[in-house]
Structure formats: C-alpha cells, structure tokens
C-alpha cells in the first residue's frame, strides 16, 4: 500500500444475505467502525437488499451493484441498468466477475460496454480480472490480463481513468482457500499497473486503485496489504461475517 491512493476494503457477498441477515450483520458491523478512518468500506449486496442498505448504513460505508446492463432503461427482462443503481444509493458496480464470465458467459466486449455504461452514469466500475489455473498452468497469465485490460477498458475517457478501480482476482484462489502469495501478486499487480498506464499514461495509472481478490481472511490480510501494489482487498466468504470483515479492513490498526 503507498499513501497516495486510498485504501479500499470491498466485500462481495454474492448471493447471499437475507434484508434480516444483512441488518443483523450491519448491527455489529458499524460499531466496529472507528470514528474516523482513512479506509474507504465499499458493501456490493444483492440488488434486492441495495435500497433498504443505503438507508441504513451512514456515510462511512458505500454501496455498489454485483453487475449491471449497459442500457439506460428498455425491454431488458431481468436486467439492472446503471440509473437504477445510482438511484438506489450506489457509487460503485462491479463488473466482470470470473463466475459472471464463466456461469453467465461475458465477454470482454459486453465487460467493455458496461465500464463504459458506469462511467457515462458516474458509477465508479470495479473491472475484476484474472486468470484461470489452466490459463496460469500454460503461462498464459499475463497475455489474458493484458487481453482483458485492453479489451475491458477500450474507449474509455482519459480523465476518468483515475475513477476506476482494478480487482485482481486469481480465478483459482476465489472460494478455494488457497489465496495467491502476497509477493505474487505484488508482482502482477504491477504488471497490471504497467499495463493501464500504456493506454492512459504513468501518471493516471498510478493513481488507480489496484486490489487483491480471492480467499483474504483475515489470518492472511496483512501479507498483502504490506505490498506497496495492492492498494486494499475484495474480499468474498470474509465478508459475510461482521467481524471477520473487521478484521481485515482495519488489519493494520488492530495488530
Ligand atoms: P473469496 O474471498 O470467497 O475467495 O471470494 C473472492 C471473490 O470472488 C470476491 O469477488
């Protein structure tokens, strides 16, 4: 972590969590909260819980959507669009999640429309990249990184580079327990650094914020966050548990 960009703590909670659920976990959550941090708390809830949250969270935490579709509004059947989530209380969406690419079969170009979606309707996009462990296997990691960077965020304005955030999310560490090692990961996540900074220049590069994703805990939150890359954590299971999730946004205060 460097002081220039702002720590941030994401949970992904998937589809999990019931309106009781998420009200129980947010009774113990906020008052673990300390009166003032430095750390930015991002929750990414199911859809169905976004409104109800942002009326009850306070100002110390930001919401976002898992996902979103790139129109406005339409005959979409099923589909969230980016007005909506602003106007349920969002600042955030995440976008390209690997169980979004593999169980619902997204494509850096649909990725690309709705980064492009989020940022015309003031959504800051959290593009989530990574590769899988038979992509890794073959050494592939840092050809589908670069594909899915340039592809993901093709188009996109110079000055709204420094909204986006990056979550790298090792397809084979997320659910797995077997988290990537803190150093590995600094190293890719330089590379990924690199690489934004070939299609918007060194100097908004790096003010982006770059995560880490798959099995953080908070046994091994501190590896990671020591890294001078990894700018904070998108964390999954973690994040379900009031405390757990504790644990790890405020690693660095509490030990
Ligand atoms: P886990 O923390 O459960 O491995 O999930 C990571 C993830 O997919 C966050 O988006």
Redesign the pocket.
């Known amino acids: 972590m460097t002081s220039s960009r702002t720590p941030l703590f ?1 949970a ?1 909670w ?1 589809m999990y969590k019931t309106l009781k659920e998420a009200a129980v976990f947010f009774e113990t959550f906020l008052k673990l909260l300390p009166q003032k941090m430095e750390e930015e708390i991002v929750i ?1 809830p199911p859809f169905t819980l976004l409104y109800s949250i942002s009326s009850f969270i306070g100002t110390k935490i930001k919401i976002g959507g898992q996902d979103l579709f790139w129109e406005k509004e339409g005959a979409f059947t099923g589909e969230i669009s980016p007005l909506m989530l602003k106007d349920s209380g969002c600042h955030f969406v ?1 976008i390209g ?3 979004r690419r593999k169980y619902f079969a997204e494509t850096n170009s649909m990725i690309n429309k709705k980064v492009l979606s989020a940022f015309e309707y003031g959504l800051k996009p959290v593009l ?1 990249i990574g590769e899988t462990l038979e992509e890794m296997g073959k050494g592939m990691t840092r050809q589908i990184l670069t594909k899915q960077i340039q592809e993901g965020l093709k188009g996109v304005a110079h000055s709204d580079f420094e909204k986006l955030v990056v ?1 790298y ?1 090792p397809v084979w ?5 077997k ?1 990537d090692t803190p150093s590995q990961s600094n190293e890719t996540i330089r590379f990924i650094r690199e690489t934004l900074s070939d299609l918007c220049g060194i100097h908004e590069a790096d003010k982006i914020r770059i995560l880490y ?5 908070p046994q091994n939150i501190r590896g990671f966050i020591e890294q001078p890359e990894i700018d904070g954590a ?6 379900l548990n009031p405390e757990d999730f504790a644990r790890i946004v405020f690693s660095r205060v509490l030990s």
């Open positions: 994401a992904n998937k990414f995440l999640h690997s169980e989530c979550a999310e560490a997320i659910g797995t327990g988290a994703g798959g099995s953080v805990k998108l964390v999954g299971g973690a994040s």
